[in-house]
């Protein structure tokens, strides 16, 4: 035999994103001792989080103890208005990452004082594609699609749509002015994701927040069981 | 942008395995890609370039297979290619289905020596 380098493949079938998988498992593990509820809030940018986080603390306030992780590329923006409604916040600049990751979400865990909580609502860099893939330790993933942005969403990033457990379609306020086949959307969605609940919403004059703040309650209280 | 800690991800399971595998050089990574799953090959293949030269996956090949996105009607049962702007059962003309394949996101396996 020739003394010649020696070439072989080897068989690996590894999820690329499993690291980042295990420490999102861990996270959810710290949730679960303590019964907590824990929301993973995306959207593109300017469909609403913020509005529609400012609506639900509004909203649950008397009944669930709340706590906001805000993303951010920069800025501390979000994280100073949510800090005016007195419940605690942990704000994450991820320097320009355009996605949350697991271990981002441990060290703003370790900020938080976890006993005194039952709802922990993150709200994700504003971008449909990347925080997707990157799974944090949630018990539930949110997206929020508003009317202005149409109603060919789940075309363009089926992946999300797959993914989630609620839409809350924003803005509904402006159906009137913007074509935005409602009936259409929502075939697109159940069909890839029949499970999924839909929310019909308008942060603006709040029409639509009960049943979604009901819901939550209801998914917040299946934690705590 | 997210290709960029993807690609950080490849890099450390390739070579960690390549290691295992006691090997001098990475020649190559096969990934398997589905539709589905929001990650742009030229993207990936750029950051490699960026992050490989220096360690024993510097010059690798990145293989990339694209796997197409297939749905099952939840109606009637139909398997089909899932096509921009159109996601009808071509049967039943159902909207959507389960999906059977275009989520994955994985390396296959490494070449080495």
């Known amino acids: 035999m020739t003394q010649k380098s020696k070439q072989m493949q080897v068989p690996i079938v590894q999820d690329i994103l499993s690291a980042n998988d295990e420490i999102a498992l861990q996270n959810r593990e710290t949730l679960d001792r303590t019964g907590i509820c824990m929301v993973n809030l995306m959207a593109s940018p300017g469909a609403g989080k913020t509005s529609l986080l400012l609506r639900t603390i509004e909203s649950l306030r008397t009944k669930l103890r709340m706590a906001v992780i805000e993303g951010d590329i920069a800025s501390t923006v979000d994280a100073d208005r949510i800090a005016q409604e007195n419940i605690p916040v942990v704000q994450i600049n991820t320097g320009g990452q355009c996605h949350l990751d697991a271990p981002m979400l441990r060290r703003a865990l370790h900020q938080l004082h976890l006993p005194d909580l039952d709802l922990i609502i993150v709200e994700n860099v504003g971008n449909l594609i990347c925080p997707v893939d990157f799974h944090l330790g949630e018990h539930l993933n949110i997206m929020i699609a508003s009317v202005p942005e149409g109603d060919d969403k789940p075309y363009k990033y089926p992946g999300i749509f797959l993914a989630v457990d609620a839409v809350v379609i924003n803005k509904i306020d402006l159906l009137p002015y913007v074509h935005f086949d409602l009936a259409a959307f929502r075939t697109l969605v159940t069909g890839m994701n029949p499970d999924v609940h839909i929310f019909e919403v308008s942060c603006e004059t709040g029409v639509g927040i009960a049943p979604w703040a009901d819901w939550l309650v209801q998914q917040t209280g299946k934690c705590q069981d | ?113």
């Open chain 2, 1 to 113: 942008m997210h290709e960029l800690a993807i690609t950080q991800n490849i890099l450390k399971i390739a070579l960690s395995h390549a290691e295992q595998a006691q090997a001098i050089r990475l020649t190559a990574i096969n990934l398997v890609v589905g539709e589905l799953t929001g990650f742009v090959d030229e993207s990936i293949q750029f950051y490699f370039d960026m992050l490989s030269p220096g360690t024993p996956a510097q010059g690798a090949r990145l293989v990339i297979r694209r796997v197409p996105a297939r749905l099952r009607c939840r109606e009637c049962g139909e398997e089909f290619a899932l096509r921009p702007l159109d996601w009808k059962c071509p049967r039943c003309s159902a909207v959507g289905g389960t999906v059977l394949q275009g989520r994955e996101f994985c390396i296959e396996s490494i070449e080495v020596e």
